[in-house]
């Protein structure tokens, strides 16, 4: 089956850094978009970074732009996000998701259909 499994999460201090990955099994990895979102308590949750299929084209939310960057290796199936100079506002779960290719560089929540659970983020100050 279908299995997008998240890691690197973790407690950190404020300026510090995080790689967070996401590998990928059970499904056609390099014809998929991938994005990583974040939920905070309380908050909806929203679309931090985005790559498309061959990696050649990235989105970012404003309020990353500068401190994330989103990466992916296609021969090992996983998508990776670079977090550097971490803010107590970033704390949240990331999930890494897919979305079909077609999508291009999607923000909409709805056209992601796999989904991972998550892994914890928390920045102290």
């Known amino acids: 089956q279908v299995q997008l499994v998240e890691s690197g999460g973790g407690l950190v201090q404020a300026g510090a850094s995080l790689r967070l990955s996401c590998a990928a099994s059970?499904?056609?990895?390099?014809?998929?978009?991938m994005g990583w979102f974040r939920q905070a308590p309380g908050k909806e949750r929203e679309l931090v970074a985005v790559i498309s299929w061959s990696g050649g084209s990235t989105s970012y939310a404003d309020s990353v732009k500068g401190r994330i960057a989103i990466s992916r290796d296609n021969s090992r199936k996983s998508v990776y996000l670079q977090m550097n100079s971490l803010k107590p506002e970033d704390t949240a779960v990331y999930y890494c998701a897919a979305a079909p290719a077609g999508y291009g560089l999607t923000y909409r929540i709805s056209n992601y259909a796999r989904w991972g659970q998550g892994t914890q983020v928390t920045v102290s100050s």
């Open positions: 059970g499904l056609a990895f390099s014809t998929y978009t």
